[in-house]
């Protein structure tokens, strides 16, 4: 199948995203695909839990009860293909659901689901083999201990789905990018070899995989949005032959496509954009261009490939422990000081009780004053609030352990200082500690098949180059020697975005103007940045947690921030487990510029 261009449409970046996403975008009408990424490393860790509970659990069920149950019909009849990895732990079991959806409604459409991807049977023999953790070179965890394990697979088996005529594709854990890839191979009839094709079918697919945060959505200068954040229109990309793409939005929805929504999703969470790894292709953003065509029209081009690594990307998640935590407010004079000694007798009561009991120590506390600073970790003029938000959490070895910690918050709320005061609901509970542990497997190891409505074929890996091509990295822009020189925050000269890999921040920063970006490329040192974040990155030597990569071709910079989210998602107490507010700290820097160039603000 070799199409001119291909549209498709981004409808879901996250478990629980809008159910609106599906017909709002089959209302344009001339899609030919609709892709759906549910997962992240701690969805996968619910997913197994429920899988556990039941074997008929572990995907996303709304994928199946509610994106497709309810627009199937219009589906068929426009003849749009479906690609989703809602299969999470349990792919087979997803695809069993929506065949019976679809023979209900009486309709004629094939259901494939890929496998290969889950590892939890080989726990044992992968627990003896000696894996170590790939960036930190952790152990490899205990068997028991593990909840689920996963490779991020490619695209080339959706393509594969797809050529054998399946009008829905569901996968387990893939890349969140191979959604859509696998539609432009498919359509494309693109080759393993063709590098630069797979990047740009790549960063079409890291486009779209976060539904709104491209249109619109978490975008810094949200005040200039069209419309009303509810009805935000979901992302479409209309892919050409040659990987050059333009980002849209549903014709009369809210939000906006611009050089700056695009760029700041480009950016998110990319780590090296030179080195941008994924099973079909190791992409090269740094280069890419951006062209505002029309009004919410922005064409993408400039990404380029090298050849994939021999080795796919392993995820486990693992217990450990368990966390638990409230908020509270307080507010009247030094409602910050007041906030502080309440929380510090809530963990030294605790800490009598462990005595009492038998208990061990926390594993880890954690006390944050939202209204006081403390996500700016006191780059602040404030001297004192007048009310505030107390975050207090902790993590114990023990259920019991956080327990007590949840129901001490309690027994000493006539003890407060006064102020507090709080919405009421039922006390929090302990929750599992779950944490990541990332490998590599080499591919051939893997054994990947295509069930096509019952009938199940293997899927033959493509073969791999051994030899990587060395990256060169761009030269930092000059600057230009000014005497008159002014100090303004960043956020004037840039916009941001942020978000996480595990315990690593990701933050990009976007010049929104040519002119400022060697200003803001010789301010923002990688030195600077870890002292922004030197509040909250677990390590001694704090500025060899920040690397710092140009993306020339967008007039911006990436950070990435190490050992710096608490642990990250589930295994994280920080109010900001994922760093999605990281950028807008960031942004407070004050960065000198030519006070010629504010009259280009």
Avoid at 398 to 407: A, D, Q, T
Avoid at 487 to 493: G, S, T
Wanted: net charge negative.
């Amino acid at each position: 199948m070799t199409n001119q261009s291909i549209k498709i449409g981004g409808a879901s970046g996250y478990w629980g995203d809008a159910s609106r996403a599906t017909p709002q975008l089959l209302s344009t009408g001339d899609l030919d695909y609709i892709v759906y990424d549910y997962l992240a490393e701690i969805t996968m860790s619910i997913m197994a839990r429920a899988r556990a509970k039941s074997p008929d659990h572990g995907y996303a069920i709304d994928f199946v009860s509610v994106a497709m149950a309810k627009n199937l019909s219009a589906i068929a009849e426009q003849g749009v293909k479906v690609i989703s990895n809602a299969g999470g732990v349990n792919p087979v079991a997803c695809a069993a659901a929506l065949r019976e959806v679809v023979a209900m409604q009486g309709l004629n459409l094939t259901v494939a689901c890929i496998t290969g991807d889950d590892l939890l049977a080989d726990k044992a023999v992968l627990a003896e083999a000696g894996y170590t953790e790939m960036f930190s070179g952790g152990e490899f965890p205990p068997a028991d201990d593990l909840q689920s394990i996963n490779a991020y697979l490619g695209a080339f088996p959706i393509a594969k789905a797809l050529g054998m005529g399946a009008d829905i594709v569901i996968t387990g854990r893939s890349v969140d990018s191979a959604v859509t890839l696998g539609a432009c191979i498919h359509s494309f009839a693109w080759q393993t070899d063709e590098w630069d094709k797979l990047a740009m079918g790549s960063l079409a697919g890291h486009i779209l995989e976060c539904g709104v945060q491209a249109t619109g959505g978490n975008f810094t200068d949200w005040q200039s949005i069209e419309g009303n954040i509810e009805d935000i229109g979901y992302p479409i990309a209309e892919i050409k032959a040659d990987g050059t793409f333009i980002c849209s939005k549903p014709q009369g929805s809210a939000g906006l496509v611009s050089i700056g929504t695009i760029a700041e999703q480009l950016v998110y969470e990319i780590g090296d954009p030179q080195a941008y790894l994924l099973p079909d292709v190791s992409c090269d953003f740094s280069q890419v261009r951006l062209t505002q065509l029309a009004p919410n029209q922005v064409q993408v081009e400039g990404a380029t490939g090298r050849p994939a690594s021999s080795t796919y990307k392993v995820c486990a998640t693992v217990a450990d422990g368990f966390r638990g935590g409230t908020s509270l407010s307080f507010y009247g004079i030094d409602a910050d000081q007041k906030a502080q000694a309440f929380g510090d007798a809530v963990i030294r009561s605790a800490r009598t009780n462990f005595k009492q009991l038998g208990l061990a120590d926390f594993s880890e506390t954690s006390i944050e004053l939202l209204g006081a600073e403390s996500q700016f970790g006191g780059f602040s003029e404030l001297n004192g609030s007048r009310e505030v938000a107390m975050k207090i959490a902790a993590k114990h070895p023990e259920m019991m352990g956080v327990g007590v910690l949840l129901k001490g918050i309690a027994g000493l709320g006539l003890a407060t200082p006064p102020g507090l005061s709080g919405f009421q609901g039922a006390r929090a509970k302990p929750s599992p500690v779950v944490r990541l542990f990332s490998f590599l497997i080499e591919k051939n190891n893997f054994d990947i098949k295509i069930d096509f409505d019952g009938q199940v074929v293997n899927f033959e890996q493509p073969a791999t180059t051994a030899e990587q091509a060395q990256i060169t990295r761009p030269g930092s822009p000059s600057l230009i020697d000014q005497q008159d020189m002014i100090e303004v925050p960043l956020i004037q000269l840039a916009w941001g975005r942020s978000g996480d890999k595990g315990n690593k921040a990701n933050v990009g920063i976007i010049a929104r103007k040519h002119e400022f970006y060697p200003y803001i490329v010789s301010a923002l040192t990688e030195q600077i940045v870890a002292q922004r974040f030197a509040h909250f990155i677990e390590a001694q030597n704090i500025e060899e947690n920040v690397d710092a990569y140009l993306l020339p071709g967008l007039h911006a910079i990436n950070f990435l921030i190490h050992n710096v989210l608490g642990g990250g998602g589930v295994a994280s107490i920080r109010n900001d487990a994922q760093g999605k507010g990281y950028a807008q700290i960031l942004l407070a820097t004050p960065i000198s510029i030519p006070a010629e160039l504010i009259r280009v603000l």
